[in-house]
């Protein structure tokens, strides 16, 4: 299993980027496909999750901004981040767990800043 995140830069606060995380070696159809975050200085956390069945979770201070997605066709899960505050600054991460192992992408940095 591969997972290939990209999408990141730089964005002033209230703007929009759309991460995307392309899979090789798996689909997005099972449950735990996730995106974590990890900024300067603190742990990385859980921001979404994605479920075989379509399911959603966010963590509280995104939800209503991010929307976690896939697409079928293109084997991607995709992170659309509105209304980005500073404190969204970090390197984000796709991840899936497979028979019992997690799957990490490279991370992508998004930097929000005026």
């Known amino acids: 299993v591969q997972l290939q995140a990209s999408g990141g830069g730089l964005v002033q606060p209230g703007g929009s980027l759309k991460l995307s995380c392309k899979a090789s070696?798996?689909?997005?159809?099972?449950?735990?496909n996730e995106w974590y975050r990890q900024a300067p200085g603190k742990q990385r956390e859980l921001v979404a999750t994605i479920n075989g069945d379509g399911t959603t979770y966010y963590i509280d201070v995104v939800k209503d901004r991010f929307t976690i997605s896939r697409d079928w066709r293109t084997n991607t899960m995709t992170l659309q981040m509105n209304s980005l505050k500073p404190e969204d600054t970090a390197v984000y991460y796709c991840?899936?767990?497979?028979?019992?192992?997690?799957?990490w992408g490279k991370g992508t940095l998004v930097t929000v800043s005026s």
């Open positions: 991840y899936v767990r497979r028979w019992g192992t997690d799957y």
């Open positions: 070696g798996t689909t997005f159809r099972f449950d735990g």
